[in-house]
């Protein structure tokens, strides 16, 4: 399948997307993280969609007992390898959300920062994901506010400007959906969207706005 940060935005030019000069950015980035962390008792076996090279697994690493977090790029993955040295119950896998294969589940599953689009993720994804929680455990899914679309574009466009994305279609870029000239595509989930993913799956939710920038909804096994 492809996958455009499979591909293009991965190792090295992924790690270079978070050094951004944004200080609403920033605190977009921390307070998704803080969101999940305060929710951490110190017991809990996470799993991270979407991982990238492991920036959320370290920082979580130290608040559970263990965590995965799960790529589709190996390139982003053997940097994982190497940025997550010195956490020992943190780990880095190479593993396509479409086609996952774990012999254990999991107390907290996270699918942060839009990755449901990054994903490309489907019902038959999420469903997955669902059947991968532990009894009692949660599933996190976040995604952009409308209120965060001027600093979320201002982020996109410092990312062209270093040449880590290709340059942004402005005349396609609208409704909450930003478009590069190269082809890459990035959607949102409203919160109406994620209500409907909620009451799809059938088991107890809630969705939450954080920091005027994020949505998350929030699901829990039974």
């Known amino acids: 399948m492809d996958n455009y940060y499979a591909d293009k935005l991965n190792s090295q030019s992924l790690f270079r997307v978070y050094e951004t000069d944004i200080p609403r950015v920033k605190q977009y980035l921390d307070k998704e993280i803080d969101f999940v962390r305060r929710k951490l008792s110190g017991t809990e076996r996470v799993l991270e969609m979407a ?12 608040y559970c007992d263990s965590i995965i977090g799960m790529d589709i790029s190996a390139e982003n993955v053997e940097l994982g390898k190497e940025y997550l040295k010195g956490y020992p119950n943190a780990s880095m896998v190479t593993m396509d959300a479409h086609d996952m294969a774990f012999d254990r589940t999991f ?7 839009n990755a449901l689009s990054a994903m490309r993720a489907n019902t038959s994804v999420i469903d997955h994901m669902i059947k991968l929680l532990a009894p009692g455990g949660t599933a996190y ?5 409308a209120k965060f ?14 040449g880590l994305l290709g340059e942004i279609d402005y005349d396609q870029t609208k409704d909450s959906v930003i478009v590069c000239k190269d082809g890459f595509r990035a959607i949102t989930h409203s ?19 954080v920091d005027e920038s994020s949505f998350f909804l929030m699901i829990q096994n039974k």
């Open 51 to 62: 991982a990238g090279y492991g920036r959320i697994v370290k920082e979580l690493a130290p």
């Open 107 to 113: 107390n907290v599953i996270l699918c942060l920062q």
């Open 141 to 145: 899914f976040s995604s952009y506010s």
């Open 149 to 162: 679309w001027e600093w979320r574009l201002k982020w996109f466009e410092e990312q062209a400007d270093k």
């Open 191 to 209: 919160p109406e969207q994620l209500r409907k993913i909620g009451e799809k799956i059938g088991l107890p939710y809630r969705i939450e706005e």
